[in-house]
């Protein structure tokens, strides 16, 4: 996730680490985090394998900065990871949202459908939080009034976004 949602912000724009961490930070929230220790090997990373530039311009006030550019390799790789998202980037909601934060760089609307449908089919499947063996449990089932909000909240959610996808599905497929 970290990875793809550094080529997708450096996709936009180039920037400087303490920027891109800012962009990092308001993407991923509270939920996840970045820390230097985990966002500077991973900009190493996608250096080391020519996916990024990093070039060295002159501080306004401090010391010098590292601006990080996509290399056309980093584009042709963030197209790639949209194109043919992990199963975890479309079933983990968090990672999710990175995908989906980036999709429009996906130039061809077939192509961004495609990766919609995995979702979508994900979403219909029957699923819950909490199960009676190998059933999923709906709110109603539950006397745990926590419990039953969570499902309460989760079926809202997914009733939203599954609106939204059968929408933008039929939007890209004109």
């Known amino acids: 996730m970290l990875e793809l949602a550094i080529l997708g912000f450096l996709y936009d724009t180039p920037l400087h680490g303490y920027e891109l961490r800012k962009r990092l930070t308001a993407l991923t929230g509270h939920v996840k985090t970045v820390a230097e220790s985990t966002l500077y090997p991973a900009i190493k990373r996608l250096e080391k394998t020519g996916l990024l530039a990093r070039t060295t311009e002159p501080g306004a006030v401090a010391a010098p900065r590292h601006v990080l550019t996509l290399t056309q390799g980093g584009q042709q790789e963030l197209r790639r990871r949209l194109a043919d998202p992990d199963p975890r980037d479309i079933s983990d909601e968090n990672r999710w949202f990175t995908v989906l934060a980036f999709l429009r760089h996906l130039d061809d609307s ?17 699923a819950s939080f909490f199960y ?29 976004e599954l609106r939204w996808l059968r929408e933008t599905i039929a939007s890209l497929d004109g």
């Open 132 to 160: 009676e063996g190998d059933r999923p449990l709906a709110a109603e089932e539950l006397d745990d009034p926590f419990r039953r909000g969570i499902l309460t909240i989760a079926r809202a959610t997914s009733r939203a």
């Open 110 to 126: 077939a192509a961004q459908s495609a990766v919609l449908r995995r979702r979508l089919a994900f979403l219909e499947e029957p």
